[in-house]
Nanobody, 118 residues
Framework: QVQLVESGGGLVQPGGSLRLSCATSRITTNMYCMGWYRQAAGKQREMVAQITSSGRTNYADFAKDRFTISRDNAENTVYLQMNSLKPEDTAVYYC????????????WGQGTQVTVSS
């Protein structure tokens, strides 16, 4: 069973930065397409960024130039560096693992709250 544990969320002012971490209990980063999704209150969950087992990345338009997804295979950890945060980035952020970038995630973390507010 794949386990994903997010951390790093919190309250940040507009324009600030946060780095989210997703720790896995097994060597999933080499086997799966890892990703970050988010869900704001009253909205559907949406993809933020993905990174494949070969290191290719894919970003939602709103995340390009502001967010960076990366992976540390030795530590079995996936990161999401978020810069220039805006109030509309406020959401619960979820780590995910999918068998490929074209398939929906098969595993989810419990989520971490990110609130961007002054």
């Amino acid at each position: 069973q794949v386990q994903l544990v997010e951390s790093g969320g919190g309250l940040v002012q507009p324009g600030g930065s946060l780095r989210l971490s997703c720790a896995t209990s097994r060597i999933t980063t080499n086997m799966y397409c890892m990703g970050w999704y988010r869900q704001a209150a009253g909205k559907q969950r949406e993809m933020v960024a993905q990174i494949t087992s070969s290191g290719r990345t894919n970003y939602a338009d709103f995340a390009k130039d502001r967010f960076t997804i990366s992976r540390d295979n030795a530590e079995n950890t996936v990161y999401l560096q978020m810069n220039s945060l805006k109030p509309e980035d406020t959401a619960v952020y979820y780590c995910s693992a999918a068998f490929s970038s074209t398939r929906p995630p098969s595993y989810w973390g419990q989520g971490t709250q990110v609130t961007v507010s002054s």
